[in-house]
């Protein structure tokens, strides 16, 4: 219980800056995406749509009997698509996109929120230097299996759908093999998860045992 209270007293204490960095991750890993897309094909994108996502999601839930069907449906919805449209082809065919998601969007600012829940327990813990370096090691690979699990790009050449397994086929691995880990997005995001909430379960843990000891010294004195 020690343990939960130490952890309501941070969140408390860091709901601001968990809630400001939380937005800023999730705007900043979209203008990464589309800054790494535009490097990847040396373009600039040359059109942008909005959808509107509320009356999408009506629709849905209007028209899906099944709350089943219905949740991964909402959760794939786009908001906005920015990309590259080669025009060679009648009316055009998008070579290359970025897919703002709001349900990705969400899923990014509490990795955000977490992540400088985590740093900020970090700088107050009283371990030693290089088991800081660890916690904050494990708080990043944690952040990057999210992130890169939670990656909205498509391209042509993989579909177009929008997938986090775009990003590893821009850096080279084959298109098919690519493809075959799409299913492992959910299994390696659950893990950046757990990652994440072990960091601030354990970062609490320690707080509230190095509140005990000083009262166990001064008992056997």
């Given at each position: 219980?020690?343990?939960?209270?130490?952890?309501?007293?941070?969140?408390?204490?860091?709901?601001?800056?968990m809630l400001v960095n939380?937005?800023?991750?999730?705007?900043l890993f979209q203008v990464?995406?589309?800054?790494?897309?535009?490097?990847?094909?040396?373009?600039?994108?040359?059109?942008?749509?909005?959808?509107?996502?509320?009356?999408?999601?009506?629709?849905?839930?209007?028209?899906?009997?099944?709350?089943?069907?219905?949740?991964?449906?909402?959760?794939?919805?786009?908001?906005?698509?920015?990309?590259?449209?080669?025009?060679?082809?009648?009316?055009?065919?998008?070579?290359?996109?970025?897919n703002v998601i709001p349900?990705?969007?969400?899923?990014?600012?509490?990795?955000?929120?977490?992540?400088?829940?985590?740093?900020?327990?970090?700088?107050?813990?009283?371990?030693?230097?290089?088991?800081?370096?660890?916690?904050?090691?494990?708080?990043?690979?944690?952040?990057?299996?999210?992130?890169?699990?939670?990656?909205?790009?498509?391209?042509?050449?993989?579909?177009?759908?929008?997938?986090?397994?775009?990003?590893?086929?821009?850096?080279?691995?084959?298109?098919?093999?690519?493809?075959?880990?799409?299913?492992?997005?959910?299994?390696?995001?659950?893990?950046?998860?757990?990652?994440?909430?072990?960091?601030?379960?354990?970062?609490?843990?320690?707080?509230?045992?190095?509140?005990?000891?000083?009262?166990?010294?001064?008992?056997?004195?």
């Open positions: 219980m020690k343990t939960l209270s130490v952890l309501g007293s941070e969140i408390r204490k860091n709901w601001r800056y939380g937005v800023l991750f999730a705007l990464a995406m589309l800054i790494a897309l535009m490097v990847r094909f040396q373009a600039f994108p040359n059109y942008t749509t909005f959808y509107n996502w509320p009356e999408a999601v009506s629709v849905i839930i209007q028209s899906t009997p099944s709350i089943r069907d219905m949740a991964p449906i909402i959760w794939e919805e786009w908001l906005i698509e920015i990309g590259r449209m080669n025009y060679d082809y009648g009316t055009g065919i998008s070579e290359w996109s970025l349900s990705r969007l969400l899923v990014l600012f509490f990795v955000g929120a977490m992540v400088s829940l985590c740093l900020a327990m970090v700088r107050r813990d009283t371990c030693q230097a290089g088991v800081s370096n660890t916690l904050r090691a494990t708080t990043g690979v944690g952040t990057l299996l999210i992130a890169m699990t939670n990656a909205t790009m498509s391209w042509v050449v993989c579909c177009a759908t929008p997938t986090w397994v775009v990003g590893l086929a821009m850096l080279g691995l084959g298109v098919s093999s690519s493809l075959a880990l799409e299913q492992l997005g959910p299994v390696l995001s659950g893990a950046g998860f757990v990652l994440l909430t072990a960091m601030i379960i354990g970062l609490a843990w320690r707080r509230a045992r190095n509140r005990r000891d000083p009262e166990g010294v001064l008992a056997h004195a």
